[in-house]
């Protein structure tokens, strides 16, 4: 039985598609697992959700062909594996290398990793699950991932650091992990006064001017603080550019915005079709709020002035996934229940 089964297990076996122990060693080998980024449960979902060719044009479940097509993933499989994968990572966002001056994602998250309390501190935030939209744009995610990839490869292979990663690269790599080798240090993090690090103190300054903002509110005025600080985590980067609109003067509100950093100005159209500034905004900033509490047309329009707006923000659909109904969550603090 046992070499009939291994038979069988050989045949379905396929050089130009990925297996399962295929998909789950790349992610060890990256030290996804070891980094805690991911758990091998959730890695086996993704390739389960990915495998989209596999399922098409099957003229018979039960033939050996049919067999290799359902259990692999093609290459166009592996994007849509990769894209799942950086959606749940925990990644930084353009703001938080803004922050600190880092060229991308991939110096960001090695340093980081120097700093284990700020890694897992960072980790608990910003870690995204599998069944909601991820804090920043799918292509972002995707972006930020592969420049962790290949700086990961490159210092522990050539050291070049071009981002682009050869053939020779990536099975030094390879030989390398599977040989048992961990990952090189890049050194030791900068250490200012306190111990904490570089990366460490410009993430906890994000987070507390958002924080501070977020106390801000009117509407959240009677929430504890531990529901403030669940809504400062569950929200999502937002950025535009000079002169681009936010939103417009009677769309439907479904968004709460808070401004990082940038200026914006909020304006009325009257019936006679001229235009009212109404307000001027800067960091700290808010607006929008009231698409968290009903469905309601935009009583003005929001746009981003000098240079870029950076925000963050939090759809209703998103809020109500997390919290459930505003209203419910202010009568509940304020009534006690």
């Not at 799918?138 to 420049?147: D, F, G, K, S």
């Not at 501070?212 to 504890?224: T, Y």
Request: proline share 3%.
């Amino acid at each position: 039985m046992g070499v009939r089964a291994a038979a069988v297990d050989r045949s379905l076996d396929s050089a130009e598609l990925m297996s399962v122990t295929e998909w789950e060693a790349f992610l060890s080998h990256v030290g996804l697992f070891e980094s805690k980024q991911l758990s091998a449960s959730e890695a086996r979902l993704i390739f389960t959700w990915s495998r989209v060719r596999g399922a098409i044009g099957v003229a018979s479940a039960y033939s050996d062909a049919s067999q290799i097509r359902m259990r692999h993933l093609h290459f166009e499989d592996f994007l849509e594996a990769l894209c799942r994968l950086s959606a749940l990572l925990a990644l930084p966002t353009d703001d938080d290398l803004e922050e600190v001056g880092s060229e991308d994602a991939g110096v960001y998250l090695m340093l980081l990793a120097e700093d284990p309390p700020a890694y897992r501190s960072f980790l608990t935030e910003r870690r995204g699950a599998l069944l909601k939209p991820p804090r920043q744009p799918i292509w972002r995610c995707v972006e930020h991932l592969v420049a962790y990839l290949a700086r990961l490869v490159e210092h522990n292979t050539s050291g070049d650091k071009d981002l682009q990663v050869s053939a020779h690269e990536a099975h030094q790599f390879m030989k390398d992990r599977l040989a048992g080798k961990e990952f090189k240090r890049l050194g030791p993090p900068s250490q200012p006064s306190r111990g904490e690090s570089t990366l460490s103190k410009a993430l906890q300054a994000v987070n507390d001017r958002l924080l501070a903002a977020l106390r801000l509110v009117e509407a959240f005025n009677d929430l504890p603080s531990e529901t403030i600080i669940k809504l400062r985590d569950a929200m999502s980067d937002a950025r535009f550019e000079a002169g681009e609109t936010v939103f417009e003067q009677g769309e439907q509100g479904d968004a709460f915005y808070v401004i990082l950093s940038g200026n914006a100005h909020v304006w009325r159209t009257n019936d006679e079709g001229e235009e009212q500034v109404l307000a001027q905004l800067s960091e700290g900033s808010y607006f929008g709020e009231r698409a968290l509490l009903r469905e309601d047309v935009r009583y003005a329009s929001v746009r981003a002035e000098g240079s870029s707006l950076r925000t963050k923000c939090i759809t209703r659909a998103v809020f109500e996934a997390s919290f459930g109904p505003l209203q419910d969550l202010l009568d509940a603090a304020k009534y006690g229940n």
